[in-house]
């Protein structure tokens, strides 16, 4: 089955997929009742900006998390995915870094939050290293962790509350006008990945003796 046509069908179950988040969440999932999430995206999402990132977003749900993946049929780290929305819904071309997506668009107040806004968490011990779309009625939707896939969830769950970092609000306009930084903000990305790769420990070499 072609990607095209897998999306029309993920759509219809991504709208069900609104009334209810997933319950894998993050490390402590927890359940949430039900809401009429659907109107609130038709109703407030507005603008076609906003409508194009939500439905590419939705119709990846169930695609699977693999790190440094950049596409739907090999997977989507968090990055990736919004990589991915963007380039494909809005033809914006983002960097593949949570780190540098974080430096682009405008800062929103999280009572601002609007469909379409990014999110950013701090899950791996530094600030914005997570990001997803923000939905409406406290819910963003991501690509959380190896061995997970792409669900919704609830920004107000308190493993995500306390990691919050901040929202933005990218556009193309955004983006062009932090071009000349950008190559800036991937060079800090690169470094910030460096510095997490060197405090990995060395594999301990095999102590067992090669047979004659």
């Given at each position: 089955?072609?990607?095209?046509?897998?999306?029309?069908?993920?759509?219809?179950?991504?709208?069900?997929?609104?009334?209810k988040p997933a319950d894998e969440t993050s490390p402590a999932a927890t359940s949430h009742e039900p809401s009429d999430a659907l109107s609130e995206f038709e109703g407030?999402?507005?603008?076609?900006?906003?409508?194009?990132?939500?439905?590419?977003a939705l119709g990846l749900i169930g695609v699977t998390?693999?790190?440094?993946?950049?596409?739907?049929?090999s997977g989507?780290?968090?990055?990736?995915?919004?990589?991915?929305?963007?380039?494909?819904?809005?033809?914006?071309a983002l960097p593949h870094n949570a780190l540098a997506i974080s430096r682009l668009?405008?800062?929103?107040?999280?009572?601002?939050?609007?469909?379409?806004?990014?999110v950013f968490f701090n899950t791996l011990g530094r600030k914005f290293s997570h990001v997803g779309?923000?939905?409406?009625?406290d819910r963003f939707i991501h690509s959380p962790r190896a061995g997970s896939k792409v669900q919704i969830v609830r920004i107000t769950d308190a493993y995500w509350a306390k990691r919050y970092n901040g929202g933005r609000?990218?556009?193309?306009?955004?983006?062009?006008?932090?071009?000349?930084?950008?190559e800036q903000l991937l060079q800090q990305a690169r470094e910030v990945s460096k510095k997490?790769?060197?405090?990995?420990?060395?594999?301990?070499?095999?102590?067992?003796?090669k047979k004659s």
């Open positions: 089955m072609t990607l095209k046509y897998r999306h029309l069908l993920l759509i219809p179950l991504a709208c069900l997929a609104l009334a407030d999402a507005g603008t076609r900006f906003s409508q194009d990132i939500m439905l590419q998390y693999r790190w440094g993946g950049n596409s739907p049929e989507l780290d968090c990055s990736g995915f919004i990589k991915y929305v963007f380039q494909q819904a809005l033809n914006i668009g405008e800062d929103v107040e999280k009572e601002a939050l609007k469909p379409g806004d990014l779309i923000y939905l409406g009625d609000r990218v556009t193309q306009e955004s983006v062009a006008e932090r071009g000349p930084q950008l997490k790769s060197s405090r990995k420990p060395a594999k301990k070499k095999s102590s067992r003796k």
